[in-house]
Every structure is written in structure tokens, then in C-alpha cells.
């Protein structure tokens, strides 16, 4: 039962999916990678469901392989939306990541395991990375914060991915030996959908503003 309730929660992704799909027309390509990682979330949790209710093994390799994807959209889509950046850094990060990634599931056969490194790893540079973007947009933003999809979306990834770091450090404490880290993991998939539900508004807002945020030569520059 509390298996079929943690996955009746993360299916909360498939809010922004349905907000995505009825404003297709008005989300710019730009945002393209990050609805991919929204889609990709969604079959994601339906394997893991799948490997633990019906083949009753680990979701491991399922989570290894989406932990690597998410980490190369997520920090694409930042790029895109950081368009005073070199792409070196950020192209130097996504190899980065995936050298990392390799090494631990590749290199060291691991990926049959958890890997609590390489999410504890990129969950931090995107946590850099989106506090960076909200400090510019408090900059640039002339109006109200709270109608900037970058903004949300930011925000969105900063209390995500720092709840993963204490989530991936409460697995390597137990939740056997510390009833904190036994709350903390529960807590995780509740953090999730309350993600899923900010995931929503920054498309909402993406499509109600008609929001641009590309990096493009000719047309460099973000208005809503």
C-alpha cells in the first residue's frame, strides 16, 4: 500500500505534462529540453513501479540511467536560459557529469547499485547553477518574480535538488538508525509532487506570457 501511495504521488508529474500539452502551441522550442525531462520522469516512475510491484527487483538501473539524462537536460535547459554564458562551462559540466556518472556505474559495475555520489553530485551544481539564474533574474526582472517562469522553475530546482542531497544522506545513514532520516525519506516523495505543482505554474506562466528565453544571435532576448 505505501508503495502504491509514493507512486500515486509521483504521478503528480503528469500535471505539468497535461498543462505542457494543452499550451503546446504557445511553449517556445527553447523550453524543449526541460519538458523532456518532465516526460522522461514520467516513464521513469512507471518502470520503478513496474521493477518493484510485478518483476520484485530494484529500480536501480532505472533511476542510474534517468539520474544521467535529467542531469544533461537540466543543465542544458540552464544554458539556454543563462544566454550571457559561455557554453564551455556549461558544456564542461555535462561532461563532467557524465565522466562522473561512468565512473561510478561503468567503471566500477555499479549500475545495478544506487548512486548516491553522482546524485549527491549534480543535484549540487544544478542548486549552483539555478541560484545563479534566480540572482540574474532579480536583476533583469522589472516586474513581479512570481510571473517569471525562470524564476519559479529555478526555485523549483533549488528545493528539489537540495532535498535530494539530504534524502541521498539520509539513505547512508539507515532510516533504521535514525528516525530523522526515516521521516526525510518518507518526506521525499510529498517534496516531489510539490515540485510537480511549481513544475505546472512555471509552464502556465510560460505559456500565459508567451515567455523566450533562448539563446540566439539574432533574436537574443527574453520578454513576456
Known amino acids: 500500500m505505501k508503495t502504491v501511495f509514493t507512486f500515486l ?7 505539468p505534462i497535461i498543462v505542457g500539452l494543452l499550451a503546446i502551441k504557445k511553449i517556445k522550442d527553447c523550453w524543449l529540453p526541460f519538458f523532456c525531462v518532465l516526460l522522461l520522469s514520467f516513464a521513469a516512475e512507471l518502470l ?4 518493484i510491484e510485478y518483476l520484485r527487483t530494484s529500480n536501480a538501473v532505472v533511476i542510474n540511467t534517468y539520474s544521467l539524462c535529467e542531469c544533461c537536460l537540466i543543465i542544458y535547459q540552464l544554458y539556454i536560459l543563462n544566454n550571457r554564458r559561455s557554453p564551455v562551462i556549461f558544456f564542461g559540466l555535462m561532461a563532467l557529469c557524465t565522466a562522473f556518472w561512468l ?3 561503468i567503471a ?3 549500475l545495478n547499485n544506487f548512486s548516491p555520489y553522482f546524485r549527491v553530485f549534480y543535484a549540487f ?3 549552483l547553477l539555478s541560484i545563479n539564474l534566480i540572482n540574474r533574474s532579480m536583476v533583469d ?5 512570481l510571473k517569471n517562469p525562470v524564476f519559479v522553475l529555478s526555485l523549483s530546482f533549488i528545493i528539489f535538488f537540495i532535498y535530494q542531497i ?24 510529498y517534496v516531489n509532487a510539490i515540485t510537480n505543482i511549481m ?18 544571435k539574432k533574436y537574443n532576448f527574453r520578454s513576456y
Not at 526582472?141 to 518574480?145: A, H, T
Open 9 to 15: 504521488l509521483s504521478e503528480s508529474i503528469l500535471l
Open 48 to 51: 520503478s513501479y513496474y521493477d
Open 103 to 105: 565512473t561510478e556505474n
Open 108 to 110: 566500477f559495475k555499479n
Open 125 to 127: 551544481l544544478i542548486v
Open 141 to 145: 526582472q522589472r516586474n513581479s518574480l
Open 166 to 189: 539530504i534524502y541521498e544522506a539520509s539513505f547512508f545513514i539507515g532510516s533504521d538508525k535514525s528516525m530523522v532520516a526515516n521521516k526525510i525519506i518518507v518526506l521525499f516523495a
Open 199 to 216: 513544475y505546472a505554474c512555471t509552464i502556465g506562466l510560460i505559456a500565459r506570457y508567451n515567455y523566450i528565453a533562448c539563446r540566439n
